[in-house]
């Protein structure tokens, strides 16, 4: 069949839908307990396995997000995001103009870098408003993650980690490198049972200012990050 | 006229050995160094220092609404709490801590007497939120400023939009805090010459080139940094200072070096607030120091200073008093906002 001018056209509207789709990508995390995805309610994620484990809070800053393509960055923005499990609003993030860039490889920082979390008060997603910020001591809790174990002898068999600290030896940001299959939507996951049968929570269970408890947690929970 | 006057100040500030800095009217004097302070992320405007100074003597900020910033921060004391050793707040609890005088802020590279607090702008969040200072959120802070009958109008002054976010109330107080400028006391008009010693105070000056000055260094009579300098532990506090910030027992009982400006208003000293008096503060330095394993290098040497030089001293500490600081009508209470 020869190409008449109503082809062409169906073609030219066919690539301009494909690059408006594809203009925003998007990345995406989703928090989760095993193979269920963690829904927070008001009372909190009840596992459904034996252990018992809820969680009730868990929200996490990610920055410095990059694209990678056989070794080379292609991509990259200087935003930062706090994602929260009770918030599923806060769960995709948009990476705009990725639409012609091929990439096979994903890096991002779980944490605020030191030079931010030195530069005074912050606005967005970094305004200290958001819970994220120590009071007593200056900087930025990266993640918080809270919940109960049958295993964790303390009040309530409360366990509660707020993890942070920018200074070494005590810095706790932690760079996560995934690489991706297709450069479709990037899906990232985050497998908390993985983290917490890693513990031992009878005697890890209360981390609350920068240590190397906290820096050692900070990069176990960096493991449990993944492409499925 | 505008330009008149324009150029009238200029030629001021070149007589008057001062300088301006930034576009908002800080004056200090020419040989200050350059502040620490990015004045290029938070530019101070009038409006923002208004909203700034109303905050700071606001008791909003606290749960209850009875503790502001200036309860324990009065400016009749260079913006510390006199009278009492520890400072109090929340329900009368007492506090771990002396609370320090607040002046020539832009200069410091961190806050606290154990450099906890890592930038002006985030120095309020440690008072709002400690349970026997304030015991507040700044979120809740936020909530409240929200619904007053004064806030919305006046961060529309200062940012242009009603919006309050916790940046922009951060931000605020610290361009109140960057305007507490103490420059005119006795001594820095004998620095620019518009003045001179008494012969006591000239002799205290030498006695304190000779055996202070190292740590509270000139201009500002700090050298912001953190020194143990052999204070007895108190045992119903144990507070070990820097350490509980480090971790690291090189700075086991350091605390910052006070700046000393204005510290004939300051009183009780040291962090605690153990000495009601400078002479007791002198006499710590030449009989009461306790030699720690990493007692301040510069205090290895033994002072000493007679009863008479003491004196002397404590005559030069004066000059240091800034009554145009203490009385500045500009860091009040804002009486026509507040009531």
């Known amino acids: 069949m020869i190409p008449t001018r109503k082809h062409l056209y169906l073609l030219l509207f066919g690539l301009i839908c494909t690059g408006l789709v594809q203009a925003q990508g998007t990345l995406s995390f989703h928090p989760c307990y095993g193979k269920d995805f963690l829904q927070l309610t008001d009372s909190g994620y009840q596992s459904k396995d034996k252990d018992s484990i809820t969680i009730s809070l868990f929200r996490f800053y990610v920055s410095g997000i990059e694209l990678w393509n056989d070794g080379k960055r292609v991509w990259e923005e200087k935003n930062y995001h706090l994602i929260n499990a009770s918030d599923t609003s806060t769960f995709k993030i948009s990476l705009s103009n990725i639409y012609t860039i091929n990439y096979n490889k994903i890096i991002f920082n779980l944490g605020i870098d030191s030079t931010t979390n030195v530069s005074g008060a912050m606005g967005g997603d970094l305004d200290p408003m958001k819970g994220m910020y120590w009071a007593w001591q200056s900087g930025y809790i990266n993640v918080k993650l809270e919940g109960t174990s049958p295993l964790c002898k303390t009040r309530n068999n409360g366990f509660e980690f707020h993890l942070g600290g920018y200074h070494t030896p005590v810095n706790a940001l932690q760079t996560i490198e995934l690489p991706l299959k297709s450069s479709d939507k990037i899906e990232v996951f985050i497998d908390l049972k993985q983290l917490l049968t890693n513990i031992d929570l009878s005697k890890t269970n209360q981390l609350m200012s920068p240590s190397k408890e906290a820096v050692e947690l900070s990069r176990k929970l960096s493991k449990v990050f993944e492409i499925r | ?339």
């Open chain 2, 1 to 339: 006229m505008k330009k008149t006057v324009v150029l009238l100040i200029i030629i001021g500030l070149v007589v008057s050995a001062y300088k301006k800095i930034g576009s908002y009217e800080l004056i200090v004097p020419n040989n200050w160094p350059k502040p620490v302070y990015d004045f290029n992320r938070n530019p101070l405007t009038s409006e923002k220092i208004l909203l700034g100074r109303v905050l700071f003597y606001d008791p909003i900020l606290s749960k209850d609404n009875t503790i502001s910033c200036s309860s324990c921060h009065s400016q009749f004391s260079a913006f510390t709490h006199i009278d009492h050793p520890l400072s109090h707040g929340i329900d009368n609890q007492i506090g771990k801590r002396n609370s320090p005088a607040l002046m020539n802020l832009a200069w410091n590279s961190s806050f606290m007497w154990d450099g906890a607090v890592n930038h002006l702008d985030m120095q309020a969040l440690a008072p709002i939120s400690n349970t026997v200072e304030m015991n507040e959120t700044i979120g809740h802070v936020v909530e409240k400023l929200q619904q007053s009958p004064i806030y919305p109008q006046l961060f529309y002054k200062a940012f242009g939009d009603s919006i309050i976010t916790g940046e922009r109330l951060l931000k605020s107080i610290s361009q109140f805090m960057l305007t507490l400028v103490s420059c005119h006391s006795k001594y820095d008009s004998v620095q620019q010459k518009k003045a001179s010693f008494t012969t006591q105070e000239k002799n205290g000056y030498q006695l304190f080139k000779k055996n202070c000055s190292s740590c509270h260094k000139e201009p500002f009579f700090t050298n912001d940094q953190f020194e143990n300098n052999g204070l007895q532990v108190d045992t119903s506090l144990k507070d070990i200072g820097r350490m509980m910030v480090t971790q690291d027992s090189a700075n086991y009982l350091q605390f910052r070096v006070p700046k000393l400006r204005n510290i004939q208003y300051s009183y009780p000293y040291m962090h605690d607030g153990r000495f009601a008096k400078l002479k007791q503060v002198l006499d710590h330095y030449t009989n009461g120091v306790v030699r720690y394993k990493n007692l301040s290098k510069l205090l290895l040497k033994t002072i000493n200073l007679t009863s008479n030089e003491k004196v002397d001293l404590i005559a030069f500490l004066y000059t240091l008093s800034d009554t145009a600081f203490i009385f500045d009508k500009r860091y009040s209470y804002p009486r026509d906002i507040l009531h």
